[in-house]
């Protein structure tokens, strides 16, 4: 009896560790369908989760990345004041300008999602770039080698718009995929590859519900709108006016509505102009609204409404009082008026 017992136990070990094995990005699903056919939520400047007027999100890169989150938007700009020489830590991610929001050097970020995408095996993740700094390939190169990232990153050859599947990027191991706006050169950093050739955006300027749209922003001249994949962009700017100075912030009173019914919308529209789903909804503050089950839905699968780890976060940082500050943040500000005064350097440089 106690072998029999055993043995069942095994087999639905075994069965159950199968039907895990077979999950590509949480879903059975996914595996055989290839890379530009389904819908990610990818956060706007993610790396801004710090008490900061100027932040997108709530919570770090990782707590997105737990809650299904399978796209970084990260900017790269040069410090306002750099320490160090290091050839890994020149990028920094920063809000526009560093004197507004600096969450430090990339590389500590990359770090990060390195230990995710090594703890997370079936799951496929983009990472895009805003080359603000005007950065070379090879300062990338170096943040990535420091970060132990390289050994994830996936290559796809110039202009080839016809993407593995994701079952098939699971098992080669190469399961993040990287896009830079401006500055890539693939002959020298292959798999850090030009946005443009292969992934078009909708405008991002959008101060009110009305103004999303779904027509083609950048670039200007697509090579193959038809086939390439798309970001349909879908947060909302409000303005801060310091003086003479008009510094854009997010929205985030307007988020619960912005990524509900709006979202949806949006994406529906889109979907019918475009002839196909977003690959990439980009969006601020995502645990807000309904933001991770219209990406289900556009996926044709079955949300899992279970709570999210950025709202435990959230209520964790709000029981310690001033909230929670990064570990990569060198820019705590959690009132309006330090925040402002920091800005005033910026008056001499506009």
């Not at 997105?64 to 990028?91: C, F, H, M, W, Y």
Request: net charge negative; aromatic share 10%; charged share 15%.
């Amino acid at each position: 009896m106690f072998y029999r017992l055993a043995t069942v136990t095994l087999l639905a070990t075994l069965f159950a560790s199968a039907i895990a094995q077979q999950l590509c990005n949480g879903h059975q699903e996914f595996c055989n369908k290839t890379f530009d056919e389904l819908t990610y939520i990818i956060t706007h400047n993610s790396y801004g989760f710090m008490p900061n007027p100027a932040a997108n999100q709530l919570c770090p890169v990782t707590t997105q990345l737990d809650d299904g989150v399978r796209g970084l938007k990260l900017s790269a700009v040069k410090p306002s004041n750099q320490t160090s020489n290091a050839p890994e830590n020149a990028i920094h991610l920063c809000h526009t300008s560093c004197s507004i929001l600096d969450a430090g050097p990339a590389v500590d970020t990359l770090k990060n999602i390195t230990q995710w995408v090594k703890d997370n095996p079936n799951e496929v993740i983009t990472i895009m770039w805003n080359n603000i700094g005007d950065y070379k390939v090879q300062d990338f190169e170096a943040a990535y080698k420091a970060s132990g990232i390289l050994d994830y990153v996936h290559v796809q050859a110039w202009e080839n718009l016809t993407w593995p599947k994701l079952q098939d990027m699971i098992q080669s191991g190469k399961r993040v995929v990287n896009f830079l706006d401006n500055n890539s050169d693939q002959t020298k950093v292959p798999w850090l590859m030009s946005q443009f050739p292969y992934v078009f955006e909708t405008p991002y300027d959008n101060k009110n519900e009305s103004s999303f749209s779904c027509v083609i922003d950048r670039p200007q001249d697509p090579p193959d709108p038809d086939n390439m994949m798309y970001v349909m962009n879908h947060f909302l700017y409000g303005t801060l006016n310091f003086g003479n100075t008009q510094i854009e912030i997010p929205q985030k009173g307007s988020a619960d509505t912005t990524n509900s019914d709006s979202l949806k919308k949006q994406a529906q529209t889109c979907t019918q102009t475009f002839g196909r789903q977003p690959n990439y909804l980009e969006v601020d503050f995502y645990n807000y609204g309904d933001t991770l089950s219209i990406a289900a839905q556009l996926n044709n699968v079955t949300y899992d409404n279970k709570p999210l780890q950025c709202d435990a976060y959230v209520a964790q940082s709000a029981q310690k009082g001033n909230g929670k500050k990064s570990d990569a943040s060198h820019f705590n500000v959690g009132v309006l008026a330090p925040f402002m005064i920091s800005l005033f350097p910026l008056l001499f440089l506009l």
